[in-house]
Nanobody, 121 residues
């Protein structure tokens, strides 16, 4: 099972980025996919999750209304559309997968390599 995250970069505050997470190795339609982030000196934290079977979503309060998670089951790819970015969104963003819902870092079994997002003020 492999997860490949991409789409990070440098953007000014107020700008947008879209992250992608391509999954391979098995069918992920029954998995929950999540995005997490880790800023320097801080613990990895939950950002958003989607249940592909029902397309239900859940967000951290800090990104609610600005970020949107979506999935394309035909492509086995999950996206994180990030709008109105703030400097405090700067972090390495990771995608992850698990069976069943959850927001805890420890509950996710599969992780991508991370992609850097830097928001300048």
């Amino acid at each position: 099972v492999q997860l490949q995250a991409s789409g990070g970069g440098l953007v000014q505050a107020g700008g947008s980025l879209r992250l992608s997470c391509a999954a391979s190795g098995r069918t992920f339609s029954r998995y929950n996919m999540g995005w997490f982030r880790q800023a320097p000196g801080k613990e990895r934290e939950f950002v958003a999750t989607i249940n592909w079977s029902g397309h239900s979503t859940y967000y951290a309060d800090s990104v609610k209304g600005r970020f949107t998670i979506s999935g394309d089951t035909a492509k086995n790819t999950v996206y994180l559309q990030m709008n109105s970015l703030k400097p405090e969104d700067t972090a390495v963003y990771y995608c992850a997968a698990r069976e069943g819902p959850g927001v805890s870092v420890t509950g996710y079994d599969y992780w991508g390599q991370g992609t850097q997002v830097t928001v300048s003020s």
